[in-house]
């Protein structure tokens, strides 16, 4: 996989993966270039025979193995040192998550077809690029099996994602530091070469390396490399506090704890917010932030690149980067993370500094708007605070103007009264039963009937929507919505949790009910019923007790759905982004199950499934940061009116919620009658040509 070229500001490779840039033009002609390099090489190797390649079968030509283990060291050990020295970052580079049935299962089949034909698809091009027919015959194959694979997975989709362990590394499996995993490994390549040429040379008579200086050279060089593994760690950039050494004495203790306090009255224990905002802008690979808050309160807002960890977990979390690069803890305050800092330096971490003021002083000296200001500030530090502005706000939210002026404890329901967004299940977990919360249930009824999430409600999605003047799958009017929640016992002041099965659409269609009726605390529990079953939380079968409320009724429409007339409006005359979120081939008008074929004019394609991702049992959206430069390529500003439509509402909720409450565009419109009602309107235009993103 294509991963760099790229050399940012501050020295470091930024990759096209880091970068969410895989699908651009440079990408693809640094791909092509490696591709043919790649392809050149093996080619030298001898891959583009079948004959060669089967010859590890039969131990008469070892070619595979070597090849294979010679670049598996070499990327490893490259990766390792440009790691180490702080030239890339690990979190830019695509990571293969750990499946074991998937990966069991698709490498046996790998394995079979290899055998069978002596090819495999990397060697397969290679082989026909040489005018090898059996790899030409190979490649069909291939092309064909990827087809049937689209065309059966439904049925093998539990396959897909069966024993997914996420990102897992050999040196964590088998305990042990990366340098002692990495060498190894590089022991085994080695002794694995060796014994290739031994092989060869047993089975055929001769080999080429066997006695040869360049083979012990070679493994020679190996061995220093990895060995020098253990040698080259990045140091901390700043010290803290003294070295790090076993418990001493009490005299000594005590002269360490007389070092520490007078650092801290140095000041030498903090980090000020703009040196820390000024490092994160640069990128500055040698620094984690850690957020030291609620969940809820880190979803709300955080510094852009840190992380949430709670503090009882701190010290696992941290033990990778003791004493390499920065730790920076921060707080609404700064009462907990000192105390934190304090502890760790207990334990020997000297690089820990806690935020000057913590979040409430970043945010008023980093990211408040100069016009927000009480004391003027001079150009240079405008022109700061704007680049600051828009690397801290990617989503392009508004910085709060004042922030909490104390440590706060969880709170009992998400902050504010617009508390829109996704909900863990850590957070529901902790809250359950509480006053003031409802959860509901939009899983199919015998599925809720089986098991569900103690004192959850059903609720159909269809049952929130029908026909409305002829068109089909409508939101239903406020009055019907507000009298079903009033059977439920849900009342305004309640904060709701949707939750779905494997469609978090389906939690999203109800959302849009509660949009209709006004109803801004609610939440879409991330990773749904799947997530909370596979984490192990309690279910039951018990129906719950519910007093019938007296949910008020809007008096004025709402402000967010749109008729095909105002669609109309906007393809005659422009003004708005019109995203189709069908799948791509009816969006095209390859496929169509309605009365015309084809898309609005002038819209452009993103399918809903994109923002999902596919790397677990059940469906989790997106990290944010990944859906905005998505979507920053399809609409120019957050102000921007953007129309989402799908075959009806339903997929196009879950954009319609991405969209306004996880990424903050302020002007997003449901067309929920969407192509149903369009393709069955013979005035309405209809395109069928693919617009650019």
């Given at each position: ?271 000020e917010p703009e040196e820390l905002a000024d490092r994160l ?225 389906d939690a999203t269609l109800v959302g849009m009910a509660l ?179």
């Amino acid at each position: 996989m294509l991963q760099h070229i790229l050399w940012g500001d501050s020295g470091m490779i930024e990759t096209f993966y880091g970068l969410d840039a895989l699908d651009s033009p440079k990408a693809f002609f640094v791909a092509l270039f490696i591709g043919l390099l790649f392809g050149f090489w093996l080619e030298r190797a001898g891959f583009g025979s079948s004959r060669k390649l089967t010859g590890v079968f039969y131990f008469r030509d070892m070619a595979v193995v070597k090849v294979m283990f010679t670049a598996t060291i070499t990327a490893m050990l490259g990766l390792s040192y440009l790691i180490a020295f702080g030239v890339v970052k690990l979190d830019s580079i695509f990571l293969m998550p750990t499946i074991y049935g998937a990966q069991i299962v698709g490498g046996f089949l790998f394995g079979v077809g290899f055998v069978m034909s002596g090819w495999c698809p990397g060697t397969g091009a290679v082989g026909l690029a040489s005018g090898k027919l059996d790899a030409l015959v190979f490649l069909v194959g291939t092309i064909v099996g990827g087809i049937l694979f689209n065309e059966l997975f439904p049925i093998i989709k539990p396959l897909y994602s069966a024993g997914d362990k996420g990102v897992r590394f050999i040196y964590e499996s088998l305990r042990m530091s990366k340098p002692a995993a990495s060498f190894i490994l590089t022991l085994i390549a080695i002794g694995s070469f060796w014994g290739c040429e031994y092989i060869e040379e047993r089975n055929t008579g001769r080999s080429l390396y066997l006695r040869s200086t360049f083979l012990k050279a070679f493994s020679l060089a190996l061995i220093i490399l990895a060995a020098a593994l253990f040698i080259f760690r990045p140091a901390p950039v700043r010290p803290l506090g003294p070295p790090e050494t076993p418990v001493p004495p009490e005299a000594e203790q005590e002269a360490l704890e007389k070092e520490m306090l007078a650092g801290i009255e140095a000041g030498r224990d903090h980090i000020e917010p703009e040196e820390l905002a000024d490092r994160l802008l640069n990128r500055d690979p040698n620094i984690v932030v850690v957020d030291v808050r609620t969940p809820m309160e880190f979803k709300r807002f955080h510094i852009r690149r840190a992380v949430n960890i709670r503090l009882p977990q701190l010290i696992d979390f941290l033990s990778p980067y003791k004493n390499r690069g920065i730790i920076v803890l921060y707080s609404n305050g700064m009462t907990h993370p000192a105390q934190a800092r304090d502890a760790l330096a207990r334990l020997g971490y000297e690089n820990v500094y806690i935020l000057t003021d913590g979040l409430e002083g970043f945010m008023r000296r980093c990211v408040k708007p100069v016009s927000l200001r009480s004391e003027p500030v001079s150009k240079e530090m405008a022109a700061k605070i704007k680049s600051w502005r828009a690397f801290f706000y990617p989503r392009g939210a508004e910085a709060p103007v004042q922030e909490p002026e104390h440590e706060a404890e969880e709170p009992a329901q998400p902050p504010g009264e617009t508390a829109i967004g996704l909900i863990e299940t850590s957070w529901l977990a902790d809250r359950l039963g509480g006053q003031g919360l409802k959860v509901i249930d939009g899983r199919a009824q015998p599925e809720y009937n089986a098991s569900h999430i103690p004192g959850s409600l059903s609720i159909s999605v269809e049952s929130v929507r029908g026909n409305v003047k002829g068109v089909p799958s409508m939101l239903l009017p406020s009055d019907m919505l507000a009298r079903q929640l009033s059977l439920m016992g849900i009342e305004p002041t309640d904060t709701v949790v949707l939750v779905a099965g494997d469609k978090l659409h389906d939690a999203t269609l109800v959302g849009m009910a509660l949009e209709r009726l006004g109803h801004r605390k609610y939440g879409i529990l991330d990773g749904g019923f799947g997530k909370w079953i596979a984490e192990k939380r309690p279910v039951n079968t018990v129906l719950p007790t519910v007093a019938e409320s007296s949910y008020p009724v809007p008096t004025s429409p709402d402000n967010f759905r749109v008729d095909y007339k105002a669609v109309l409006e906007y393809v005659q005359k422009g003004g708005a982004v019109i995203i189709d979120v069908r799948p791509a081939e009816y969006y095209t008008g390859k496929k169509t199950e309605e009365a015309r074929a084809g898309h609005i004019p002038g819209a452009v394609n993103r399918p809903y499934s994109e923002d999902i991702s596919l790397s677990k049992k059940y469906p989790v959206f997106m990290p944010v940061e990944k859906l905005a430069a998505s979507y920053a390529a399809l609409v120019p500003s957050k102000n921007a009116a953007v129309v989402v439509y799908g075959r009806t509402g339903h997929q196009a909720s879950q954009s319609f919620f991405v969209l306004k409450h996880l990424l903050g565009y302020r002007n997003v419109l449901w067309y929920d009658a969407g192509w149903t009602e369009w393709s069955a309107r013979p005035e309405l235009p209809i395109e069928t040509k693919a617009r650019k993103k």
